[in-house]
């Protein structure tokens, strides 16, 4: 069964601009997560989709925002970039949350410059 | 809210040696505790899941334990390898059940 897939794997991006990022989950999973990783903060989450549905947020400005399709693939957008939003940006997936495994795709790593 | 940490940050030990990471949560109404290894530049490979009704967990050389009431977690690596070495996170997932919080992780190296 193929893994989690993210494109692109590295974006590089001038401040002010807005950027999509793409996740398609692994054959089954309803659930996508996605996961904003710096050396400073560490992980965080960024939010949750199941079924098209949002069902929660972590704490991040209303810049940041996702979607999910029918097919379950789903994409975060992060719009007026900023050069604290250079991270490696992590999509998981799995079954029901919260009983499940999550599994991670390889990340896209985005640099604002 | 609920945070979860992790000591050491960093840890360097010989081949062969068996060794224990901790991990430590503030709220213990958790739906399950994960632990993951990521290598540099890397996505997350989960290596173990201990639901909350869980005490333990075993794959190989690796056993995982939780004990909510004190809220922690270890993660123990027999005969630890080179191939071993990467960062270990631990995260637990949130009340909703749909997010995980995850400590800073420990960065394990191995020398052969």
């Known amino acids: 069964k193929a893994g989690v897939t993210q494109t692109p794997r590295y974006l590089i991006k001038t401040r002010g601009q807005q950027v999509t990022l793409s996740c398609s989950p692994i054959s089954g999973h309803r659930s996508v997560s996605w996961y904003q990783q710096t050396p400073g903060q560490g992980l965080q989450f960024l939010f949750e989709?199941?079924?098209?549905?949002?069902?929660n947020k972590g704490n991040f400005p209303g810049r940041f925002s996702g979607r999910q399709f029918s097919n379950s693939r789903s994409e975060m957008n992060v719009s007026t970039l900023e050069l604290g939003d250079s991270a490696l940006y992590l999509c998981?997936?799995?079954?029901?949350?919260?009983?499940?495994?999550?599994?991670f795709g390889p990340g896209t790593r985005l640099l604002v410059l | 809210k609920q945070e979860v940490t992790q000591i050491p940050a960093a840890l360097s030990v010989p081949e062969g040696e068996n060794l224990v990471l901790n991990c430590s949560f503030t709220?213990?109404?958790?739906?399950?505790l994960q632990w993951f290894r990521q290598d540099p530049g890397k996505g997350l490979t989960s290596l173990l899941l201990i639901q909350s009704s869980q005490r333990e967990q075993t794959s190989g050389r690796l056993n995982a334990s939780l004990d909510k009431s004190s809220g922690r977690s270890t993660l123990y690596i027999a005969a630890s390898q080179p191939g071993d070495s990467a960062t270990y996170l631990c995260?637990?997932?949130?009340?909703?059940?749909?997010?995980?919080?995850f400590g800073k992780g420990t960065t394990l190296s191995v020398s052969s």
């Open positions: 995260a637990v997932t949130d009340q909703a059940g749909t997010a995980l919080i």
């Open positions: 998981a997936s799995s079954l029901p949350v919260g009983q499940e495994t999550q599994y």
């Open positions: 709220d213990s109404a958790i739906y399950n």
């Open positions: 989709y199941f079924s098209e549905t949002q069902r």
